[in-house]
Every structure is written in C-alpha cells, then in structure tokens.
C-alpha cells in the first residue's frame, strides 16, 4: 500500500459519515429537549403514528384495477435494499393493513388491538412483520423519524451508575402529569396541528428514582431534571431497543416473564429487597419494545397464560411485571399465526375476549401470474444463477401452475380455469367485462387460502438448477417434472384428491407452454423482415383497391386485375376474422392508415399487434416447409435446411432470450410436434 493512502484503518475511517454519527448520537438537557419539542412536537408520536408516517414517507401510488381504486404503497417493495424482501401481488390486503394503522395513528380505536396476520404457510406474513421491524430501524435514523429517551446521571446514591430508561420512554414523562394539560398545549399549540399524546406514568424504576430525587430536593422539580441527559433513540432489533420478537418455544419451558422482565437476583443484596425496582431487569420483550414494534412469531401456539398478557397488552396498553403494578407501554403488537391454529381459537370458547381484541388481515397468496412470476425472478435471476441459463417461461410456467393450485374452479360463464388466470391477470377475453372478473372474484370466498407455497416452487426450480440432467440451462419441463415428483411425499397435501388435482393441473400448464413456443418458433422462422414487408404491402395495396372499389395493377403483366382475394383471406383467417367482418376489418385498417396520415406518422405493421400477428403467421405458413422442422427429429438433415435452422435459432437466441442449448432444445421439441402432426396453422 502506498504511503499517501494511509493506513487501512484510515481509509475505513474516511467512510464514516461524522456529522451523523453525532446526529444518531446527540445528547443534551432536559431543556433542550423541550426547545425540540417545541419547534418539532411530532417527535413525541405515538408508536402507531410513528409507523404510519414512516409507510406513508416512501410514497404510494394510485391505480384502477376492475373498477376500483387501489394504493401500491412503495413502502413494502422494500426498494432501499434492492427489494431483497418485497412483497408482490398483495396490494389489497397491505391497504387493509395500513387501514388499521391510520386509524390507529388517529386514534379511532385499533390502537387497542393485536394486529394478527392470518394466512397459509409461505403467504409473506413474516416478510411482511420483517419489513415493519427492518423499516421502523432505518426510519428512526431520519431526520423525520427522529425520537429521543433519556437516562439518570448516576449521583453514587440513588443512581450508581448510568441508568438508561430501561423502556425507551419519552423524556416528555418525567413531567407530573397533573402538569402536563398546561406545558403540553404551549409546547404545541393547536395552529401547529397536532397534539401531543398522553403518554401514561413512568416505570416503576424512574417512578422510585423521581421520588426518591424529589424528596432530596424537597419538591423542587428543576434540581431533579439536573439528572436527566436526554438522548436520541434509534432502534435496533439486534440491540433489543424499541424492536421486539417472541416465538414460542416448548410449552413446558415458557415462562411469561420473558415478555414483562423478571427479578435480578445479583442486585437483591445491593438493594436490600426484591420489591425494590432498581433490582428489577425490564429487558422482557414488552419491555424493550417500547416506543417501537413487537412481533409475536406464531402467535396462536403461544400458552394460554401468555395470551392473557396480551389483553391488557392491546386494551389497555398495560403490562403487569412481577411484584410491581401494572405499566404503562405504547407499542405495535403484531402477530401472525396460519390457519389451523386460528380455528383453534375460533373454537375456543375462553379466549372470547383475545378474538375480540384482534383485528385480522387475511395474507392470502397470490392470484395473479404476472405478480407471482416476479416472486421466482427476484429468487433465480443472471445475477444469483452463475453458470446455468433459465430459458424463457420457465418461471412463467411454475409460476402459473402455482396460481392454477390457488384458484376455485368457475361456478359459471362457462370458462376454464386457464382462462380464468388470463382474466385475472389482465388479458381480454371475449364477451367478458371488468364487472364479470368482481363477480369472479366475489363468488371465489377461499381463492388464494389454499394451494401450493411459492416455497414448493422455489425449491423446485432450485433442485433443477442443480440436476445434472443438463449442463447449461433449464427448461420448463425440467421444471414441471420437478413439481410434479415432489407431490408425492409433500406433507401439506392432505388427500389424493387434491395430489390428483395438482397433477391434472401441471398437464395444463404443459400443454399451455407448447401453445407458447411453437407461437414463438413460428414468430422466429417468420421474423423475415423484408419478406413480412413486402407481404404487409401487398395486402395492402389489395384492400386500398377493395374498399375504395378499384383494380390493381399487376406487376408482372401490367394489367389491372381485380384485388387478390385470396391473399387477403388467408391473411385474415389467421386472426380469425369472419367472412362476415372482412369489410369491417379491412375498413378499420384503411382508416387506421389514414389517421396516422394525418398525424404526419407512417404506417409500419409492427404498429398495429393484430395485423403483424396475421402476417407473421402467414409468412410462417408459406416458409414452414422450406425449413422442414420434422427433419429435426430425423438423423439426417441436409445442409440448406441446417442454415435454415441455425437462423432460426440465432433468432430465438436474439430475440425471445434463449441461449445456444435451450434453443435447440425448443426447436426439438417443437419439431416433434410437427412429426407427430397436431401442429396449428
């Protein structure tokens, strides 16, 4: 390393950010914290309003989906770390869940109420109470999100040492509260717009320490707040500040003063009793997730005496530790629990009062491809995926066999399941409107309850990624023969009903997928461009003469003849035009022509997706024998047809995203196709 460098240590210490170091680290007096207060009084929000801002402080946007008006907030695509936790397709629901935070930031009710996320395994419940943790953290080192706490000076007396609010609280609580009407409107007057929040008593450790403190100073309150250093609160999961997690562990070891503290036998014999508070640790999840979240991790198969703990927990923001009176919190309790143990408690007539305090937001999984598609390309992309190519739709194709598992069959409009997918995920079908895919919807109670974990998927393409069936890429059938080889030993299929019903699933995504690419092989050996030009022209010189009742002059002859009929149709037939709507078509295209005349732009096909699709698939029609793609499948193929083929499949590889080995073998696989003759035009 060269000397003008420095040291290694220097040059990592040339990255630290100093002046936010000392943000993050700011400490000053009582009265200077009160000075903040008053130019910023939104630093003392409630842990509701706290979560709430920092949802709505990534943005949101708007959008009409069937009629109706839904928010995608940007928060939950977790943009800031590269979306490695973002959640798709579950917009609805993540509203409903905001819902219950602005209400409760508001204060209209649901701020006494244990959020529960209910859902099938692998549905993002857990992604979604990660999030909230992993956001509040970051929120709480912004400007915007800045909150404070404070600690006692030690005075070798009462304090003897350093004593940090041992719940995060608000220095705005060392305030008597018989007081605090009074200071609190002057700190923020109603023209500031918002009110500062009753924030209960102290715990019971600065309560005994206020006291004690008061009586020394015989009342006087300015000598006791000589004592307190206030200091900035940043949250940390890891540190265990204003972050709580609890999972339920053995029934027999479950002790509930994991969550309210419990006594610290050591400092017994500095403090001469256990009552006292100072002897006291209230480090229990409740505790340290003052101010902030706590996350109750399956919550449901908690003991019943933890559940109890809950009640007063959401109702009356209290907790009761051993020995000391019950305590004032202000916290988010969020859990999330799968869908039989919440009909446990359905059923479970003595835990009326827990039901009654929750509010439930169903996680379902997803129901739309396009969504569910992007769950397998965040997890198996170019950049994860090193020396394996994934050839194209072949997350398409889990992806829609994953969503086919999720749907309920259509109770009428005699539609398949496939279709209904197609409907779900924006495709236009015939005579079927935005109001028949809400009444598909309505009718659907358990769509997305029930199915196949995006987890089953994933661990599935991964098995393919790792089989040695090939050396380069995979494909979708690798894939599907996955998927279907795990159903046999899944445990979350309870019957051969449904293992039967997965299975007839998967032989419709297959026959979907030869649909896809022998479109895509005949769009390759169609892509001629020249050759589609000057069909596309010649079709339409002949409907110019057709529609405006003229001959058209052959070029060969120099006669004038009448428009090629024939041609036109075999053009339009491929898009299924009727004989019938001929002249309505072929007049939509001569006025399609005209506007853009009139807007200066020329006409190119490509511009127009029904026409280039008639045209491509025309053209495919007159070059499919030239290139004889059933001699694919023979062992001898002659060196014009070879040429053929390699610009085929140059194309594929150009064009649809395939590499060298995943082209050859579509081109196989559409070729046998071809050799067994239930090919379509």
């Known amino acids: 390393m060269s000397e003008n460098k420095g040291t290694w240590t220097d040059r990592i210490a040339s990255l630290q950010d100093k002046k936010e170091y000392q943000e993050l680290n700011w400490e000053g007096s009582f009265e200077e914290y009160l000075e903040l207060v008053r130019k910023n009084p939104r630093i003392t ?47 609805v629901p993540l509203m409903k869940l905001v819902n219950v935070f602005k209400s409760a930031a508001l204060g209209y ?6 959020i529960l996320l209910h859902g099938p395994v692998g549905s993002s419940k857990s992604t979604i109470a990660r999030l909230l943790k992993r956001g509040l953290e970051e929120y709480s080192r912004l400007p915007d999100g800045a909150c404070y706490t404070y600690y006692w000076e030690p005075d070798g007396v009462v304090v003897k040492d350093r004593m940090r609010s041992p719940m995060n609280e608000d220095p705005l609580k060392l305030i008597p509260r018989d007081w605090r009407a009074k200071i609190f409107a002057e700190l923020s007057p109603p023209e500031k717009g918002f009110t500062i ?80 508070p100072r002897a006291f640790n209230f480090d229990g999840e409740f505790n340290i997730a003052n101010r902030g979240i706590i996350e109750f991790v399956e919550m449901l198969k908690l003991d019943v005496a933890f559940l109890y703990d809950l009640l007063g927990a959401s109702q009356e923001h209290k907790i009761k530790p051993k020995k000391f009176p019950q305590t004032d919190i202000d916290e988010v309790i969020l859990g999330h629990t799968n869908e039989p143990e919440y009909k446990k408690l359905e059923n479970n007539e003595f835990m009326e009062a827990l039901r009654d305090r929750t509010v439930k937001i169903d996680i379902p999984y997803i129901t739309k491809l396009s969504e569910e598609q992007k769950i397998y390309e965040k997890e198996f992309n170019s ?40 409907l779900y995920n924006g495709k236009t079908l015939p005579n079927f409107t935005e109001d028949n895919i809400k009444e598909l919807r309505k009718e ?63 032989t ?23 050759a589609i030009g000057k069909l596309c ?30 041609l036109m149709r075999s053009i339009e037939e491929k898009i299924d035009i009727p004989d019938s709507r001929k002249d309505d078509f072929r007049r939509e295209i001569m006025n399609y022509i005209g506007a853009l005349a009139i807007d200066g732009k020329p006409f190119n096909y490509r511009t127009n997706e029904r026409l280039q699709k008639a045209l491509e698939l025309k053209l495919f029609e007159d070059q499919k024998d030239s ?49 067994r003759g239930d090919a379509k035009d």
């Open 444 to 506: 659907s109670v358990r769509e997305g309850l029930e199915g196949i974990s995006p987890r089953y998927v994933q661990d599935k393409i991964s098995n393919a990624l790792v089989s040695d069936k090939s050396e380069s890429s995979i494909n979708p059938f690798m894939v599907i023969n996955e998927l279907e080889a795990g159903l046999k030993g899944h445990s979350l299929i309870s019957s051969e009903e449904a293992r039967k019903r997965y299975r007839e699933l998967l």
């Open 627 to 675: 290139i004889k793609l059933k001699t694919l499948v023979s062992s001898v193929v002659d060196r014009e047809t070879q040429e053929k083929i390699d610009v085929v499949k140059s194309r594929l590889i150009k064009n649809f995203g395939y590499d060298e080995e995943s082209a050859t073998d579509v081109l196989n696989f559409v070729a046998s196709i071809f050799a």
């Open 537 to 566: 022209g010649n079709y339409i010189d002949n409907v110019k003469a057709y529609t405006q009742k003229e001959k058209i002059k052959n070029k060969y002859t120099g006669l004038y003849e009448e428009p090629d009929e024939r």
């Open 45 to 91: 929000r409630t842990a509701y309003q706290r979560v709430y801002d920092m949802i709505l402080s990534h943005g949101k946007t708007e959008y009409i989906d069937n009629k109706k008006r839904l928010i995608r907030y940007h928060f939950f695509s977790d943009e800031r770390n590269g979306g490695s936790d973002a959640v798709f397709g579950l917009d």
């Open 383 to 422: 950049r994860r995926i090193r020396g394996k190519h994934i050839a194209p739709h072949t997350t398409e194709m889990a992806a829609m066999w994953a969503v086919l598992t999720r749907l309920e069959d259509p109770k009428k409009h005699n539609l398949t399941l496939l279709q209904k997918l197609k």
């Open 508 to 530: 419709v995504v297959k026959q979907e997928y030869e649909d896809i690419v022998k479109n895509e092989v005949q769009r390759a050996i169609s892509a001629d461009e020249d």
């Open 197 to 276: 929040p009753d924030m209960g008593e102290l715990n019971p450790a600065c309560r005994f320490i206020f006291r004690d403190f008061m009586q020394r100073y015989d009342g006087d309150f300015g000598k006791v707040m000589k004592h307190i250093r206030v200091q900035r609160l940043i949250f940390s999961e890891k540190d265990r500040v204003g972050i709580g997690t609890f999972q339920p562990k053995d029934e027999k070891n479950q002790d509930s003063t994991e969550l309210t503290g419990d006594i610290n036998y050591r400092k017994i014999a500095e403090y001469g009793s256990d009552s006292d």
């Open 109 to 114: 009710g649901t701020e006494k109420r244990v």
